[in-house]
């Protein structure tokens, strides 16, 4: 059996995550402490009590879900004796979960991913006036057809409009201006998209228009020290594996304005022998969407003290 930790990203974020881990264990008490003293807040109160919008505010979530997954691995480290250098093939994280998997592989220590993240959330959160950006979840349409819909939308008003997220199952997510994305929406209608949502978000994630974010954290990477991962990364811009720093420093900042390819990334696993997929963190989407990719692959998702009593031996 070979297995893959995978990291979830914003959307996953809820009111109350990581508190029952907080009052169950003490590794997860000392994580959340990292994380507070860190960015000088707060934030374990925030993701223990609210408020939701407050959460949900990127700067915020960002740091909250790598902290929550931290603090998950820090427990089945000191209850299961995973050892993650010994037990997993891969790390991969969606968006700023990759964040979290270097995290857990060593590459950034706690509180550097904290001030990255909540670095990244700002940065991203700026790049754009709030209202001119938007995105869209295209059901039922490849990542071909989502970059044919997005192409013709470009073309037709003239803005920006590009493929964020290709995560499998039919959903592609599209990011841009809003404008380009309502147009976009419009033309996926008469290429047999079965649905096309507009998302809540704050901003046009992992797009051009992200640009200015990209810059930022250009500078905040170059001025923190990244060590060799203890297990290969799969990136999300390459959905491939890596493990020199450089190579890692520049992808994250490529990460910023790239597609997130998460299909490609966890088929990539699956064809270099990994079977069995462990979602650490908050909630259960990657874990969701891996049976759209890999249909005989095993997922477990791992975030409550439940689910810590629950996790199979095997897995270690």
Same mark, same amino acid.
């Given at each position: 059996?070979?297995?893959?930790?995978?990291?979830?990203?914003?959307?996953? !974020?809820?009111?109350?995550?990581?508190?029952?881990?907080?009052?169950?264990?003490?590794? %997860?008490?000392?994580?959340?402490?990292?994380?507070?003293?860190?960015?000088?807040?707060?934030?374990?109160?925030?993701?223990?009590?609210?408020?939701?919008?407050?959460?949900?505010?990127?700067?915020?979530?960002?740091?909250?879900?790598?902290?929550?997954?931290?603090?998950?691995?820090?427990?089945?480290?000191?209850?299961?004796?995973?050892?993650?250098?010994?037990?997993?093939?891969?790390?991969?994280?969606?968006?700023?979960?990759?964040?979290?998997?270097?995290?857990?592989?060593?590459?950034?220590?706690?509180?550097?991913?904290?001030?990255?993240?909540?670095?990244?959330?700002?940065?991203?959160? !700026?790049?754009?006036?709030?209202?001119?950006?938007?995105?869209?979840?295209?059901?039922?349409?490849?990542?071909?057809?989502?970059?044919?819909?997005?192409?013709?939308?470009?073309?037709?008003?003239?803005?920006?409009?590009?493929?964020?997220?290709?995560?499998? #199952?039919?959903?592609?997510?599209?990011?841009?201006?809003?404008?380009?994305?309502?147009?976009?929406?419009?033309?996926?209608?008469?290429?047999?998209?079965?649905? %096309?949502?507009?998302?809540?978000?704050?901003?046009?994630?992992?797009?051009?228009?992200?640009?200015?974010?990209?810059?930022?954290?250009?500078?905040?990477?170059?001025?923190?020290?990244?060590?060799?991962?203890?297990?290969?990364?799969?990136?999300?811009?390459?959905?491939?594996?890596?493990?020199?720093?450089?190579?890692?420093?520049?992808?994250?900042?490529?990460?910023?304005?790239?597609?997130?390819?998460?299909?490609? &990334?966890?088929?990539?696993?699956?064809?270099?022998?990994?079977?069995?997929?462990?979602?650490?963190?908050?909630?259960?989407?990657?874990?969701?969407?891996?049976?759209?990719?890999?249909?005989?692959?095993?997922?477990?998702?791992? #975030?409550?003290?439940?689910?810590?009593?629950?996790?199979? &031996?095997?897995?270690?």
């Amino acid at each position: 059996m070979a297995k893959a930790f995978v990291f979830p990203g914003q959307g996953s !974020q809820a009111v109350g995550m990581g508190k029952a881990l907080a009052e169950a264990y003490a590794p %997860a008490r000392q994580v959340f402490a990292e994380v507070d003293e860190a960015l000088h807040q707060k934030l374990s109160a925030l993701m223990f009590e609210g408020p939701e919008a407050e959460l949900t505010l990127t700067a915020n979530a960002q740091p909250a879900l790598m902290a929550t997954s931290l603090a998950v691995l820090r427990v089945l480290e000191a209850e299961a004796e995973l050892d993650l250098g010994r037990d997993a093939a891969f790390v991969a994280g969606h968006s700023l979960g990759e964040y979290s998997a270097l995290a857990a592989a060593g590459s950034f220590s706690i509180p550097d991913a904290a001030r990255l993240l909540r670095r990244r959330g700002e940065a991203m959160q !700026q790049a754009v006036p709030v209202g001119v950006g938007a995105m869209a979840a295209l059901i039922g349409l490849d990542l071909d057809g989502a970059i044919e819909v997005a192409k013709a939308a470009a073309e037709q008003t003239g803005e920006v409009c590009a493929v964020a997220n290709d995560n499998g #199952g039919g959903q592609v997510v599209i990011s841009g201006t809003k404008v380009a994305v309502d147009a976009a929406i419009e033309i996926a209608k008469g290429k047999g998209v079965r649905r %096309a949502v507009p998302l809540a978000v704050s901003a046009p994630f992992h797009c051009p228009l992200m640009q200015p974010a990209a810059d930022a954290m250009a500078v905040a990477l170059a001025e923190v020290e990244i060590r060799r991962p203890k297990v290969p990364l799969v990136a999300n811009v390459l959905a491939a594996a890596i493990e020199d720093p450089e190579d890692i420093r520049q992808r994250l900042v490529a990460q910023v304005t790239g597609t997130v390819r998460w299909r490609e &990334s966890v088929a990539y696993m699956a064809a270099h022998g990994v079977d069995t997929f462990i979602e650490l963190g908050s909630g259960k989407v990657l874990t969701g969407l891996l049976k759209r990719i890999v249909a005989d692959a095993q997922g477990f998702a791992v #975030g409550t003290p439940d689910e810590i009593a629950a996790f199979p &031996s095997s897995c270690v």
